[in-house]
T-cell receptor, first 114, second 111 residues
């Protein structure tokens, strides 16, 4: 998990509320990613960013939003439009936005909607 | 879209035995990577094999890649209790700056 921090570790939200998950990296990596993990479904890509002030939708972007104002930060907002937000959220980064690079993961945030 | 798909069978083995798991994919790839995830934690990169490589070793890990069959295998030799985890394969595709992860394969090593 070194170099990438996610907070909080556990997050509880009431239905209808927006919530923002934090992801910070001190690895000087260009690319950052957000994944959602549900039991038995592996990792699904929500959003990714290859450079500051730029980001692209992944496979399941609906109900989520991101920003990339600083190289080291890539926060994810789970909006009330996300119908089933309870999941484990993982942030990752890689040195360059290229497919040959390994990704470094944070410890994750477990979000539960009450 | 998901490309990597591990053999869905969960694996339970005795300490000291070898563990093998497989991954198949559908399209041409640039590279294939294996990751480990301990329960409730983030993923840790294990090994990357490029499309022009057939076999790669890292410590007790051995990865093979067969591009004609669009499949890869991960072998863990002389398993330890600490190897208990879920193992994911992920594929990188030419011209696409993202990885596609499979669903994972859970391995339990019994001391």
């Amino acid at each position: 998990d070194g170099g990438i921090t996610q907070s909080p570790k556990y997050l509880f939200r009431k239905e209808g509320q927006n919530v923002t998950l934090s992801c910070e990296q001190n690895l000087n990596h260009d690319a950052m990613y957000w994944y959602r993990q549900d039991p038995g479904q592996g990792l699904r890509l929500i959003y990714y960013s290859q450079i500051v002030n730029d980001f692209q939708k992944g496979d399941i972007a609906e109900g989520y939003s991101v920003s990339r104002e600083k190289k080291e930060s890539f926060p994810l907002t789970v909006t009330s439009a996300q119908k089933n937000p309870t999941a484990f959220y993982l942030c990752a980064s890689s040195p360059l936005a290229g497919v040959n690079n390994e990704q470094f993961f944070g410890p994750g945030t477990r979000l539960t909607v009450l | 879209s998901q490309q990597g798909e591990e053999d869905p069978q969960a694996l339970s083995i005795q300490e000291g035995e070898n563990a093998t798991m497989n991954c198949s994919y559908k399209t041409s790839i640039n590279n294939l990577q294996w990751y480990r995830q301990n329960s409730g934690r983030g993923l840790v990169h294990l090994i990357l094999i490029r499309s022009n490589e057939r076999e790669k070793h890292s410590g007790r890990l051995r990865v093979t890649l067969d591009t004609s069959k669009k499949s890869s295998s991960l072998l863990i030799t002389a398993s330890r209790a600490a190897d208990t985890a879920s193992y994911f394969c992920a594929t990188g595709v030419y011209g696409n700056n993202r990885l596609a992860f499979g669903k994972g394969n859970q391995v339990v090593v019994i001391p």
